[in-house]
């Protein structure tokens, strides 16, 4: 397989064929290397049904192909056609308040209908069998965005009787459903797996038992909606890969799970916010946290499918990216992992809802700012990016991620302000501040690598996972654990064997006998001789023998009690925190617990300048971003070389330098 590594986003079917030419050759002079095309093009590619026009797509493959760009080709089962729609109504979703979601945006598709799947089985394989050995197409993308505009999913009678036989699957008998679910409560058992609703609103609340299946259930949908397509493409496309966009932390597919269909993991960053007018403008470390999520879903190096080239926006819009910003937040990507970049999109849409979701090249299409100054950063890094390829960051610290965990916390967040991934990037936060390299780690993952683990709110709990904790501990590990641990089983039903956090007390040195919901307030903790901010929440807990008190409450009926804890265990030592702390006292307690554990920071911190770094056998390549707007100056760490920036140590507004240095045979 080639190794390419700059890319953009091309859609043929919005300009006029007069105009390929040109956009090939603008492309070229820019270093570009691939495209992907067709990924919402289902129309043009099938404009009745059983009708395929295929010319148009093979004209564009080839005319990119004779400018040396290769193709990655997008199935476009994101977005029906409206013949199909109106032949099928059937194939449109059902929201759960049991209104049909029209024809008319994309992803109008329930991904469990028989119908549509049908369809997409069918175009998937004449696309597969057409482009599966054309020279020119590198690889696929099934769908796009799997998961995205399925905020409600679909609670059609389809989806109603595949939840039923997933739950017959899981519980064999109604009985341990009704077990499971907690059913007794409100009178919901079920005398036959027949009666069980695809959850629409109720008149009041839901079972959280429910939920969490029906979550489950959702995802396992869409992971089951792909494995349909890459089976397909497989059996034709022998030399060629299969990857799929992400979206970060999104949630509607456990993306691990996803994962294991791929080759590899995309993922699509716009740093510039998304198209809704509460959407913000992401802080840098929660891109870094993002970048560092998606590599986990792999553990290994990834794409970035569609990475921002200029203001976002559909109704309302986002800033104008500063000069230099859209090449920092590209190296930013290659910095946490992404061996390449695909840009979103060529050129500004001029029509649909994109209008205002800008390209490289604004609608006149005359190449300007923003095409020059990714031109020029790509004849600068493309050189760099065969050595970086399938570099890693070696990090010593990890923090467990878990689909299952975010979705508890969605059907019960406890706290209007509680979230459990800005709970984990908060976490994050005050590493990424000290230029601490971090992984996600799924729980089903490698810790023993890690000096030091974060495992905030692992709210459902297992036996599996207590000894897993309780392992990596007593072999030497520094483990953090959190408010909200221990609390559920698997099922979502409380468990009430022991206090909390449950058998994770021996390594916790804690039980917690009660605890406040700090709705509408705030409460200050004693951390040595400062007071600092925390919210959300407070463990009121006894200690073991034995158990250190690193901070105490400051605030209400318990101040003067422990808020934050350490505790020896086996070769290592445990963590408890009893709140979500403010992001002073996030930083007191990171930097002592990496200094506990040894953790070593890869450079002193700069304001507004971040540090990552990536490593192979023989090389470790060190990133070192600004940004922000104005000139900054850093100590580059001993036996580093500059190869790519102006000056080691002196960064101008938005610049990115590469370093490397050779390691010790
Ligand atoms: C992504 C999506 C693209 C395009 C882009 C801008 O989420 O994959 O197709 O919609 O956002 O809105
Ligand atoms: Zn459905």
């Not at 564009?60 to 476009?76: D, E, K």
């Amino acid at each position: 397989m080639k190794q390419l590594h700059f890319g953009v986003d091309y859609y043929p079917e919005h300009w006029e064929r007069a105009r390929w030419d040109k956009d090939a050759a603008l492309m070229q002079g820019m270093g570009i290397q691939m495209v992907r095309m067709a990924e919402f093009s289902w129309h043009k590619l099938e404009p009745e049904e059983g009708i395929y026009e295929f010319g148009w797509l093979d004209e564009a493959i080839g005319l990119f192909g004779a400018h040396g760009i290769y193709t990655i080709v997008g199935t476009p089962t994101a977005a029906p056609p409206a013949w199909m729609a109106d032949k099928h109504p059937e194939i449109l979703p059902i929201d759960r308040e049991g209104r049909v979601r029209g024809f008319g945006g994309r992803h109008h598709d329930c991904q469990s209908s028989p119908v549509y799947r049908q369809y997409v089985r069918k175009l998937t394989e004449e696309m597969a069998r057409r482009y599966g050995e054309n020279p020119y197409v590198i690889g696929w993308q099934p769908d796009n965005e799997l998961g995205n505009s399925h905020q409600e999913l679909c609670t059609c009678a389809s989806c109603r009787k595949h939840f039923q036989g997933w739950l017959r699957k899981k519980y064999q008998t109604v009985q341990n459903l009704n077990q499971a679910w907690g059913n007794a409560f409100w009178s919901q058992e079920y005398n036959d797996f027949k009666e069980v609703p695809a959850p629409r609103i109720t008149v009041t609340g839901e079972n959280p038992s429910a939920m969490l299946d029906w979550k489950r259930f959702c995802s396992d949908l869409i992971v089951d909606f792909a494995r349909e397509q890459t089976e397909i493409i497989r059996r034709y496309a022998k030399n060629q890969f299969i990857t799929h966009n992400y979206m970060g932390f999104a949630d509607k597919v456990d993306y691990y799970k996803l994962g294991e269909l791929l080759d590899f993991v995309s993922h699509d960053q716009y740093p510039g916010g998304f198209y809704l007018p509460e959407s913000p403008h992401e802080k840098e470390h929660v891109l870094a946290a993002t970048l560092d999520v998606v590599r986990s879903y792999k553990n290994q190096p990834f794409w970035i499918m569609e990475q921002q080239s200029g203001i976002t926006g559909w109704e309302v819009m986002g800033r104008a990216p500063a000069p230099g910003q859209l090449s920092a937040w590209a190296m930013q990507s290659i910095a946490h992992g992404a061996d390449a970049v695909v840009f979103f999109r060529w050129r500004t849409c001029a029509m649909g809802t994109e209008q205002y979701w800008h390209g490289i090249l604004p609608h006149s299409g005359n190449p300007g700012r923003r095409y020059k100054e990714l031109q020029d950063f790509i004849h600068e890094v493309n050189p760099l990016m065969d050595s970086l390829q399938g570099s890693m960051p070696n990090a010593q610290v990890g923090i467990v991620f878990s689909f299952e965990q975010e979705y508890a916390f969605q059907i019960q967040p406890h706290h209007k302000d509680l979230s459990y991934t800005r709970q984990l990037q908060k976490y994050y936060h005050a590493l990424y501040e000290r230029n601490i390299p971090v992984d996600f780690v799924p729980q089903q993952g490698d810790f023993s690598k890690y000096k030091l683990l974060l495992a905030p709110l692992q709210y459902l709990m297992s036996p599996e996972m207590e000894e897993k904790y309780m392992d990596y501990v007593g072999q030497g590990g520094h483990l953090l654990l959190t408010m909200r641990t221990g609390v559920k089983d698997v099922n979502n039903i409380c468990m009430t064997e022991r206090e909390l956090p449950g058998r994770l007390s021996k390594v916790a040195g804690v039980e917690v006998l009660d605890y406040d919901c700090l709705r509408d307030a705030q409460i200050e903790v004693l951390f040595g001789e400062e007071k600092l901010p925390a919210g959300i929440w407070s463990d009121l807990m006894r200690l073991l023998p034995g158990t250190e008190t690193l901070a105490s409450y400051a605030s209400e009926f318990y101040a003067g009690e422990p808020c934050i804890t350490a505790h020896a265990y086996g070769c290592g030592a445990c963590y408890y925190v009893g709140t979500e702390p403010g992001e002073a006292l996030m930083d007191r307690l990171l930097s002592l617990a990496c200094s506990r554990a040894e953790v070593d920071s890869l450079m002193e911190p700069v304001d507004g300048v971040e540090c990552a770094s990536r490593e192979n056998e023989s090389q470790s390549f060190l990133f070192v971003i600004n940004h922000t707007g104005e000139c900054k100056a850093y100590e580059a760490p001993e036996g580093y070389q500059l190869l790519k920036g102006g000056q080691a140590g002196a960064l101008k507004a938005y610049e990115a330098q590469i370093l490397q240095r050779q390691k010790m045979p």
